[in-house]
């Protein structure tokens, strides 16, 4: 019914502060209006970096929603904590449990010390071989990335690709967190931060918020002639430590929430026009392709050379610049996603506008592949 977006980026406000915002412009975005009296159920999905609230912070949430007194429940699965509370809010709503129901997602990071920084990007790896060892998220997506060099080949251009495209579609985003063009050889010649991966490869770290009123579809026409639904649902988990798996360049968790999601749909591949995927670093975009079934394995880069994944090419990948541009604020992620998604679908995203936008895909992973949660929405 309704979704509120703050900007990304390294901002002044802190997480109370951003939660209301966004809250307040989903509220502002309902067509017909909604009453928050008609919301009996919340969901709250952040990691809690840097520990200003480590516990009970969605008593925090309903406070500045306005909702004191409503049931809020807090979702933790790092970088996927968004998808998997949108879930959650599904759930509830077939439930019948609420006629409205609020999702929020918010992470304050960049008002931390580089040492705390470093720990709190740490929490959401396997703690006794990875983190403890100083393996970063970096380091991880860096030895997947050179894995699937050596099984598929050097996919370095794509890699490049991925990122110029991103940096071009986040420039179209007031709410981006980068907001500017990067040329090929700009991200060819910067700095590595953990071989193959350079800077460009990267997401940086973003304070910011994201969130959505969703309420049953028979209620839907209520509050606006042009609902978004949510058609389907999946998630998934794998082995935390990377060693425990059996490949590093699939992600079953993906496969599975892919699986369920096109399935409780009914949906197949070719009926997505869109796709926000979970970019946090540039060969996530295309493992990504591979493991929702848009791409057999190895054919990613080629995919994404073609121009195939290009705003305006026949399967655009994350309009909205993707955490690679965008920014990744851990829990406001896969509601930021959905946001995209709502004003895509509603044809609301000015100069970044997808063509006939009418069936999108939001993938959201946690850590190095360990959650993931896919939702597919259409619009009414
Ligand atoms: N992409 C593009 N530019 C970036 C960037 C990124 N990811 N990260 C930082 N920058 C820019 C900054 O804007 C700044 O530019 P300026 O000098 O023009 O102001 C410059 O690079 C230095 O910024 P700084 O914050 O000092 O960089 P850093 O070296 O401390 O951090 C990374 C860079 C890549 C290490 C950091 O962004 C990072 O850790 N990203 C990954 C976050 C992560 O793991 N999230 C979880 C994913 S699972």
Redesign the pocket.
Known sequence: MGAGHTRFGVLDAGPRALTRTAVDAAFASVDRGADRGDVREGFLATLGFGGHQIGNSSAALAEEAGLVGVPVTRVEN??ASGGFALRAAVGAIAAGSSPLTLVVGVEKMTDVT?AR?RYW?GV?GDTEWERLAGL???GV?GLIAARYFAEHGDASEALVEVATKNHENGALNPNAH?QKL?SRAEVRAAPR?ARPLG??D????SDGAAALLLAPPELAHRYTDTPVYVDGTGAGTDFLAVQERKELTRFRATHRAAHDAFRSAGWNRSDVSLLEVHD??TIAELLALEDLGFAGPGEAPALTLSGATRRTGRLPVNPDGG??AKG?P?GATGVSQAFEVFLQLRGQAGPRQVPHAEHALAHN?G??GATAAVSLFSVG
């Open positions: 790092a970088c580089n920084r990007l959401s970063t998220f970096a997506y980068f990067v931060v800077l460009y990267c997401c940086p770290v946090c670093f955490l690679k990744h851990i992973v850590g190095a």
